[in-house]
Structures are given as C-alpha cells and as structure tokens.
C-alpha cells in the first residue's frame, strides 16, 4: 500500500497544514530616501523578512502555489517604513511591487520633519483591492508636531492640521475595507505616542486573529461599521 499524498487529503487539512507550516511572520519594507512613486508599497523597496519562514514550499508546483499562497499572506504582516524631510501621504497602492495584490495586513509607517498637505482629488487607490485587506496601520510622525498638540493654542495648528488630514486619509480606506466585508470594521485611534509626535490609526476587521493584533495602550474608537 502506497503512503498517502498530501493532495489525497481534503483541501481543508492541506490549508491547516499550510497555515501551521507557515506560521505569523512579519516583513519590513524600507522604502528608498528617493523614492517618488507616491505608493504604498513601492517597487523598488527593500525586504527584510523577520521571521524564520520560508516560501520554498510555494516552488513545489502550480496547485500547492494556487492553495498555500493565500494562507502565507493572511498570515504576515507587511511594515512599509519610509523616511523623509517633506513627508506626504501616498496616492495610490503600488507602482508595480509583486506582492502588493496580495497583501492583506499592512503597516504604513512615515517619518518626517513635516507633513506635506494632502488633497483627496489625488487618490489613485483601487477601492476594490483596497476591500479585500483584513487590516491596515498608519503611523505618521513629523517632527514638527512633537509635543505640539499640548501646547498654545497658536503652537498647536501643525499638529491640529495634521492630525485632521491623516484622519480623513484613513477614512477614505475605512468606507473601501466595509465594502463585501461580513463583520464590521473598525478605526481606532491609538494615543499613546501623541507626546512624540507620531499619530497612529488602525483599521481591523473582525476576523482578524489576536496574534496579528498590535496591543494598544490608550485606544480610542473613532468609527466601527
């Protein structure tokens, strides 16, 4: 009698298996000083994988790529980290990066000394593709708003602005992630890095496992639908 193939199981033991093979990871993505793609994920960013994980078992063939691929991104996240003097918000998911379709937990992060101004007639944002992410973080921090959202009222206009642009910038990705979604998605402000000047909103679904959960100290919910 000849042992069992891995595709004699039924397709939901192969995709348990996938899953504990696989595992949670996280992916660093440091995008270049130079970069001008005004992406999200840009193509010529730079991956530093932080986990043991590997994605040989992908290259065995086409069927256990179709099944396995799916398993392995619904469980990394993907942290864009970018660095600027004039920081501005993305317009668009990617320029061309081969992993962007799918990403389906990203953390984007920005720091800068200041926050150029965002116009929402810029987007270029696939809503559609935007709809099918479990989760998505942004943290932006400038310089400029370090300490400032305690100070005088004429000292606390930077932070006020921004804080107010990076918000309607994270709504726009709420109304496209409530689309097709069965359970209800939520925006929570996290504050616990206000004093630095950082401001950091999150996006989850309600089928996000508590693993892929950041914790946060002093959340504040600003919308769930």
Not at 35 to 44: Q, T
Not at 58 to 83: D, G, S
Not at 159 to 171: D, N, S, T, W
Not at 187 to 196: H, I, K
Request: hydrophobic share 40%; glycine share 6%; net charge neutral.
């Amino acid at each position: 009698m000849t042992a069992p193939s891995l595709f004699d199981l039924p397709l939901e033991i192969r995709l348990d298996i996938f899953g504990l093979v696989f595992g949670q990871g996280k992916v660093v993505i440091e995008s270049p000083a130079d970069d001008d793609s005004c992406a999200l994920i840009p193509r010529r960013a730079h991956f530093e994988n932080h986990s043991s994980r590997s994605a040989q078992l992908l290259r065995v063939n086409k069927t256990i790529l179709l099944e396995a691929r799916p398993i392995l991104y619904a469980n990394t996240v993907f942290h864009v980290m970018n660095h600027a003097f004039a920081g501005k918000l993305p317009t668009r998911i990617t320029d061309g990066h081969l992993c962007a379709p799918y990403i389906k937990h990203l953390v984007w992060q920005l720091d800068c000394d200041l926050l150029k101004h965002f116009y929402p007639e810029d987007l270029q944002f696939d809503l559609g593709e935007v709809a099918r992410w479990s989760s998505l973080e942004i943290r932006c921090r400038a310089e400029s708003w370090r300490n400032s959202f305690l100070g005088e009222w004429c000292d606390r206009q930077a932070f006020v602005r921004g804080k107010a642009q990076v918000l309607e910038y994270a709504q726009v990705f709420h109304h496209a992630m409530r689309r097709g979604k069965a359970g209800r998605i939520a925006l929570v402000e996290d504050r616990s890095q206000l004093g630095r000047g950082r401001i950091i909103l999150g996006l989850n679904s309600s089928r996000v496992t508590s693993e892929q959960q950041r914790s946060l100290d002093d959340p504040c919910t600003i919308a769930t639908y």
